[in-house]
């Protein structure tokens, strides 16, 4: 049973889909694990590491004859058509971004396992790329904003006098959300946060931030505990809110995403020019679409006098921490394919069934169908 851990070849993307301790895992269940050179280098990791972990090392990736690929970035559909018939791909797909490359896997007769459609439930949670993940964006944006904004974070008393804490405003309060609301208080500043999800509430308040109430009719949380999308005439009026607590916003740190779509715009071009001067918004959706209207996911976006940093790859600025993360999920979810040393699919366990995207051939994720279907009908 060979599993292959390829180098990422994305230029920002410095993660790596193992580590010397999951490999040692990987083995301990009977896989061969090959590992190419290189693979874990940005993240910290020497090729010794893995080699003393009983990885074999290749100077070439080629993934012929791999039960098992695991990686981290979404594949390209190059890296798809060089796998054999009935490998089994996990790692992230975004394929509301990669409609070609999930194509490509449904023909290609590959089982791919999409980590960002791990089901929410608690047998799963070791599996949660997504929550791992995002926790480290949303403590890396608040660094990040510290250090691009013009103004101190906590309260300072000074022979000179007094300077105010720096106004906080996160926009979603998921995983990275709560995460940026702790650091953010744990730096002094006041924070306030705006959520749609009633439950979000106490959990904003325990953190010591400041829910902002919004305009809307119910509880906006949908089963898997995601928001719900809203409709633009409730989204028009929660921005009006939102407009008068940004006047006063030093930062502003943007997590909404709905999983499989592109972001909600939060933040209009008018909502930053209500902001101080020397304000800076860390938008984590960036890669999305993202939540401000002025992000550009590739550069920082400079506008009266306010900094717009797109924050979807903060994540990679702590490979490391990262990288032995999203390892220890990959691993959780690799241990329920393999049964006495083979690859086994079982389509009827509910977090296997659950992450599937496509398999024998076809794309078999309902959440997935209708993205195809819908690209089918525009084009």
Known sequence: MRILVPKERTADERRVAA??????????????????????????????????????????????????VLRVA???????????????????????????????????????LAMELVPRISRAQAMDALSSQANLSGYRAVLTAAAEVDKYFPLLMTAAGTVRPAEVVVLGAGVAGLQAVATARRLGAVV?????????????????????????????????????????????????V??????????????????????????????????????????????DGGNCELSDPDRVVEHGGVRIVPGHALVNTMPGEASALYARNVLALTELLITDGSVQVDLEDEVVGGTVMTHGGAVVHPRVTPLLERSGEES
Not at 101 to 112: D, S, W
Not at 211 to 221: G, K, N, S, V
């Open 19 to 68: 580590t010397p301790d999951t490999v040692a895992r990987l083995i301990a269940l009977g896989g061969q694990v090959v590992v190419e050179r290189g693979a874990g280098l940005r993240a910290g990791l020497a090729d010794a590491d893995f080699e003393a972990a009983g990885a074999e090392l290749v100077d070439d990736a080629d993934p012929a004859g791999a039960a098992i």
């Open 74 to 112: 979404p594949p390209t559909v190059d890296e798809v058509r060089a796998l054999d018939r009935g490998t089994v791909l996990v790692g992230y797909a975004a394929p509301h971004r990669n409609l070609p490359a999930v194509r490509a896997l449904a023909e290609g007769g590959i089982t791919a």
């Open 192 to 240: 306030h946060v705006s959520d749609i999800r009633e439950a979000a509430r106490d959990e904003v308040a325990s953190l010591g931030g400041r829910f902002i109430d919004l305009p809307q009719a119910e509880d906006m949380a949908d089963a898997g505990g995601y928001a719900k999308e809203l409709g633009e005439e409730l989204l028009a009026r929660q921005r009006e």
């Open 242 to 287: 939102l407009t008068d607590r940004l006047r006063k916003a030093h930062v502003v740190i943007t997590t909404a995403q709905i999983p499989l779509r592109p972001a909600p715009l939060l933040v209009t071009r008018a909502m930053v020019e209500a902001m101080p001067a020397g304000g800076v918004i860390v938008d984590l959706a960036a890669a």
